[in-house]
C-alpha cells in the first residue's frame, strides 16, 4: 500500500568492509527531524540488437543516490557524517575530509497499517551547501539538505534491507534497526528455537 509518512533517519558507521568481511560501530545514532528522502538507484543497461530487433538485456546497479532534508543536522553530527573536525563548539572544515562510509535507516509508515523500515548498507555523505534566506512578513523554517552516495559493501554485494512490519515472520522495529541486523539481514535466533 501507499507510504504516507517518514520518521527515524538513524545512521551507523561502517569501519572496515572488504573482502574479509565488514564491521559495523555498536551504536546506531538517530537524527531528529525526518522531512523527506529520495532514494535514486542508478542503472545502467546494455542492449544487444540483431536481426533487426532487440535480443538481449542486460542491467547493474550503479551508484546509490539519495537525498534527504532533515529538521537539522548537528554541527557534531556534520563533523562525523562528513569526517571533519568538530572542537570546542567549532565546525572545522577543510580540504583533507574524510567521510566515514555509514548505513542509513529510516522508517515510512504505510496506509494499511505496519511500517516500511529500510536499511540502506554503505555509503558517504558529500559536502554540504549553506544556505539562509532573510525572514519577510510571515515565518518560514529553513531545514538542511544533505546528499548521499551508496553502494554494495564488498564482502557481500548487499546494498539495502527493507521489511514491512505488518507482515507475518518480519522483524520488529527493535530487530531491524540493531547492529546484529546491519550485519545479516536476519532476525535473531531465539534460544531453544
Keep these: 500500500m501507499a507510504i504516507k509518512g517518514l520518521h527515524g ?3 551507523c558507521v561502517l569501519n572496515e568492509d572488504d573482502e574479509k568481511g565488514f564491521e559495523y560501530e555498536k551504536e546506531i545514532k538517530r537524527l531528529t527531524g ?10 545502467n543497461d546494455a542492449k544487444l540488437y540483431g536481426d533487426d530487433q532487440l535480443l538481449e538485456t542486460a542491467s547493474a546497479i550503479g551508484s546509490i543516490d539519495v537525498d534527504i ?11 562525523e557524517l562528513l569526517g571533519y573536525k568538530y572542537e570546542n563548539g567549532v565546525l572545522i572544515e577543510d580540504k583533507d575530509f574524510n567521510p566515514p562510509y555509514i548505513a542509513f535507516g529510516f522508517m515510512a509508515p504505510k496506509s494499511s497499517g505496519g511500517k516500511r523500515m529500510v536499511w540502506l548498507l554503505k555509503g558517504k ?6 544556505e539562509a534566506k532573510t525572514q519577510d512578513d510571515k515565518v518560514e ?5 544533505a546528499k548521499f552516495v551508496f553502494m554494495p559493501r564488498v564482502k ?3 546494498h539495502k534491507f527493507k521489511a514491512d512490519t505488518n ?9 531491524f534497526f540493531s547492529v546484529d541486523f546491519l550485519k545479516t539481514g536476519k532476525k535473531p535466533v531465539e534460544a531453544g528455537a
Aim: net charge negative; hydrophobic share 30%; no cysteine.
Design 156 to 158: 557481500d554485494g548487499k
Design 34 to 43: 525526518a522531512r523527506s528522502i529520495k532514494v535514486d538507484n542508478k542503472v
Design 69 to 79: 532534508d532533515v529538521a537539522d543536522l548537528t554541527l557534531e553530527q556534520q563533523a
Design 141 to 145: 523554517f529553513q531545514t538542511q539538505k
Design 125 to 130: 555523505m558529500q559536502p554540504m551547501s549553506d
Design 167 to 175: 507482515i507475518t515472520g518480519a522483524p520488529t522495529e527493535e530487530e
Design 9 to 11: 533517519f538513524r545512521y
